[in-house]
C-alpha cells in the first residue's frame, strides 16, 4: 500500500487509517463530526498528498493543455488556478482537476488519487506534436490543505507573504520553514483556505515535511486547528454540493450533466470531447445533478433509487448526514423534466420511501457559512 509522508506519523498518533484507493490514509483522528465542524467554524488541516501532481512544462504547455481540458488555459495568467475536467472522445469526464499556472510555460495540473496513473498516460499519449515535458512529481511534492474560517490566521504566521493580498483562485510562492512552496487559496471543502505543495522532500527525508507538518498544528492550537481525516472532507465537500469522482462523474456522465458548464469553454476552439459536447447541446441531457435534502428522517446512499409520483426518475451518487444541519443531504442524477427547485420526491431507503426535496447547494447557510460568510472572525 502508498504511504504518503504522514501516513507514519497519523499511525502514530491514533488516526484510524484505512486503504483508500491503494494509499494508506487516515479516515478520521477523533471522530467525523467534530473535525467536520473544526473545519466550519475554526479550522482543520488535511493531508492531500494522496492525490496525484502532474507537473507540466514547455513552450507549448499552454495549447496542450487547452486540448487536453476543457476549461480556457489561453485566459489563465500566472499565480492564478482554475477549476476544470478532461473528458474522453465522448465527453465523458475522465477526471475533474485543478490546473495551476506558475509561469507563462509551467503548470501543476492536480488530480484524483483514483486516476492518476489514468491521467498521465492519457497526457502522455495525447502530447504527440506538442513540445511539452510531463513529469508526476506526487511522490516528493507532498500536499496539505489547511481550511476554515481561521486558516488565514494560522497560515500567516509561518509564511513569509502577505495572505490578505492572495484572493480565492490565487496562488504564489512562498517560503515555509525555510522550503520552496506553493501556496493557493482553493480547496475542496466549501470554506475559504489554503492547498499547500513544498517541492521536491523526497519520501526518505519524511522528517523534513513532518516538521512543517507540526508547526502548523502548533500555529493553529490557539484557533483551534483540528487534525482532519477523509471522512470529514467527503462530508464537508458534499455539503458544499461539490463532486466526488467515481461518485457523482465518471466517464458516462458528461460536464454539462454534472451541472459543471461554468468549466466548459465550448467558444475557445477545439478540445478532446468538444464534437461530443456540442452534440449533447443539440440533442438535450439525459439526466442532470440535483441536490436533495430530506425532509423525513433518513439517511441516503449512493445507488438508492429516487422516486417522483410512483416513477423512478433517478439514483442517488452521493449521500450522508449533515454535520452541521442534522439532516439527510445527498447528490443523485435525475430525467430533466423533473429538475426543479423545491420539488418533493422520494428516496427509497431499504423498504421505504422517504420524503425529499430538490435543493439548490450548497446546502448550508452562505451567509452563515463558506468563503462568502459575512462575519469573518
Avoid at 222 to 245: P, Q, S
Wanted: charged share 30%; with cysteine; aromatic share 10%.
Amino acid at each position: 500500500m502508498l504511504k504518503t509522508h504522514l501516513s507514519d506519523l497519523f499511525e502514530s498518533r491514533g488516526a484510524k487509517m484505512i486503504d483508500f484507493v491503494g494509499w494508506k490514509m487516515p479516515l478520521w483522528f477523533t471522530n467525523i463530526t467534530e473535525e467536520h465542524l473544526a473545519v466550519r467554524n475554526k479550522a482543520g488541516i488535511f493531508d492531500v498528498s494522496h492525490m496525484g501532481r502532474m507537473l507540466i512544462e514547455g513552450k507549448d504547455s499552454t495549447h496542450f493543455l487547452n486540448y487536453i481540458t476543457t476549461n480556457n488555459v489561453e485566459k489563465l495568467k500566472p499565480g492564478r488556478m482554475h477549476y476544470s475536467t478532461i473528458c474522453n472522445q465522448n465527453g465523458g469526464i475522465k477526471d475533474d482537476v485543478m490546473l495551476q499556472k506558475i509561469t507563462e510555460d509551467r503548470y501543476v495540473l492536480v488530480v484524483n488519487a483514483s486516476n492518476r496513473e489514468k491521467i498521465y498516460n492519457w497526457l502522455t499519449q495525447n502530447s504527440k506534436g506538442y513540445e511539452v515535458k510531463i513529469e508526476d512529481v506526487t511522490f516528493e511534492v507532498p500536499m496539505l490543505a489547511i481550511q476554515g474560517p481561521y486558516a488565514e490566521k494560522i497560515m500567516q504566521k509561518i509564511v513569509d507573504i502577505d495572505l490578505k493580498k492572495l484572493t480565492f483562485w490565487r496562488l504564489s510562492p512562498c517560503k515555509i520553514m525555510g522550503y520552496e512552496a506553493i501556496i493557493s487559496n482553493s480547496g475542496y471543502t466549501g470554506e475559504n483556505g489554503f492547498e499547500v505543495t513544498i517541492w521536491r522532500i523526497p519520501k526518505g527525508e519524511s522528517e523534513k515535511l513532518i516538521k512543517i507538518y507540526m508547526e502548523i498544528l502548533k500555529a493553529g492550537e490557539e484557533y483551534g486547528l483540528k487534525e482532519c481525516g477523509l471522512g470529514a472532507r467527503d462530508t464537508l465537500r458534499l455539503e458544499a454540493g461539490l463532486v466526488l469522482y467515481g461518485n457523482d462523474i465518471d466517464e458516462d456522465t458528461t460536464p454539462f450533466e454534472a451541472k459543471l458548464d461554468y468549466a466548459v469553454k465550448m467558444d475557445k476552439g477545439e478540445f478532446i470531447g468538444r464534437e461530443a459536447l456540442q452534440r449533447q447541446l443539440n440533442e438535450g441531457l439525459r439526466k442532470v445533478r440535483v441536490g436533495l435534502k430530506m425532509i423525513e428522517k433518513g439517511i441516503p446512499r449512493p445507488h438508492y433509487e429516487i422516486w417522483c409520483e410512483n416513477e423512478k426518475i433517478g439514483v442517488v451518487t452521493s449521500g450522508t448526514y449533515s454535520p452541521l444541519l442534522n439532516i439527510g443531504i445527498a447528490m443523485g442524477y435525475v430525467k430533466p423534466k423533473y429538475n426543479e427547485i423545491g420539488r418533493e420526491v422520494e428516496v427509497a431507503i431499504r423498504e421505504r420511501r422517504v420524503k425529499a426535496k430538490i435543493v439548490e447547494w450548497p446546502f448550508y447557510n452562505k451567509e452563515e457559512y463558506g468563503r462568502e460568510r459575512k462575519n469573518v472572525p
